[in-house]
């Protein structure tokens, strides 16, 4: 399954619940605000590093350059993907859930 | 590859309609078919053509009207969303005594049902915004 997330984790409980529920081999998805959980150490990172040994994690890099970052600016391991890296995820896995 | 996608967001506020514009682009661009559309919640403010942003930015609004005459996609409005913010076309105007009618071009106005066949229909349903 490809779960994509749209709010920040300092905004909503999205991501973690997402991380909870996410079975081994899902793909995360972190778009618009989402992109704050990827951010490099932040209260987080640990609860990436922790998903990340199931699930994993892509961040849309337009979002990340709205807002002023770089892929610099993320924790290792959490790929960057423009629109058609997203088209591309939502063929590999059959099913999408929006947190 | 069939897709369907729902938007539940408003324009200008939330990013979820740009979002899906931009990603229902890169459907297009990838060689796959976009089933529909569907506007729902918040989301059925993307449809009206009263919408009159400054010149220097994105027009949400026109950007789907473009793309659906482009691409011949089916722009799906939940017609009870739509009647509670004030989203009409000319019939429901018409029928509910109203003084005109706001509804943009390439977008149609109906129901559920709608929806619920763009998930049987297509091979992959994507939902934007909450």
Known sequence: MLHTVNKSPYQSDALTTCFGLAQPGSAVLLIEDGIYGAMNNTKFSTAIVIAQQCCTIYVLEPDLQARGFDSDCIMNAIQTIDYDGFVSLAETYSVVQAW | ?130
């Open chain 2, 1 to 130: 590859m069939k897709f369907a996608l729902m938007i539940n967001q408003g324009p200008y506020t939330h990013q979820a309609s740009d979002t899906a514009y931009h990603f229902a682009c890169a459907v297009l661009k990838a060689g796959h078919e976009v089933f529909r559309i569907f506007f729902y919640h918040d989301g059925v403010n993307n449809a009206t053509r009263m919408t009159t942003p400054p010149q220097d930015d994105r027009h949400v609004i026109d950007r789907w009207s473009e793309l659906a005459s482009q691409h011949k996609l089916d722009l799906v409005v939940c017609v009870a969303a739509a009647q509670r913010r004030g989203i009409l076309d000319e019939d429901e105007a018409r029928r509910h005594g109203k003084d005109g009618d706001n509804l943009a071009p390439g977008f149609r106005i109906s129901g559920l049902g709608q929806l619920i066949e763009a998930g049987i229909e297509a091979d992959r349903f994507l939902v934007f915004g909450n």
